[in-house]
Nanobody, 117 residues
Framework: QVHLVESGGGLVQPGGSLRLSCEAS??????????MGWYRQAPGKQRALVAR???????YYADSVKGRFTISRDNAKNTVYLEMNSLSPEDTAVYYC?????????WGQGTQVTVSS
């Protein structure tokens, strides 16, 4: 079992930045074997993929965040990050961390990001 805990969310003004963190834990897990992703869910909308990083370090971004968000991972700390810049109100959502390996899928509890003046 993999336990994921997100942190770093909050209220930020338009144009501002935030860095989300997601730390993985669990008995015997090998964090470096997992692909990791960030998803978000805005009110009234479906959860959608924001960014993903494979175990090999390859990255993927949704078109809406390309050039503004950066996903990275620190395998020594069992942590994945999402650096978010040039935030707009459209980025307001609950952000969820995801870990995947084969047919296994794990989710964090989510962290709220609100972009508002």
């Amino acid at each position: 079992q993999v336990h994921l805990v997100e942190s770093g969310g909050g209220l930020v003004q338009p144009g501002g930045s935030l860095r989300l963190s997601c730390e993985a834990s669990g008995r015997g897990i090998i964090f470096s074997a997992f692909g990791m992703g960030w998803y978000r869910q805005a009110p009234g909308k479906q959860r959608a993929l924001v960014a993903r990083i494979t175990k090999g370090g390859s990255t993927y971004y949704a078109d809406s965040v390309k050039g503004r968000f950066t996903i990275s991972r620190d395998n020594a700390k069992n942590t994945v990050y999402l650096e978010m810049n040039s935030l707009s109100p459209e980025d307001t959502a609950v952000y969820y961390c995801n870990a995947y390996l084969g047919n296994s899928d794990y989710w964090g509890q989510g962290t709220q990001v609100t972009v508002s003046s």
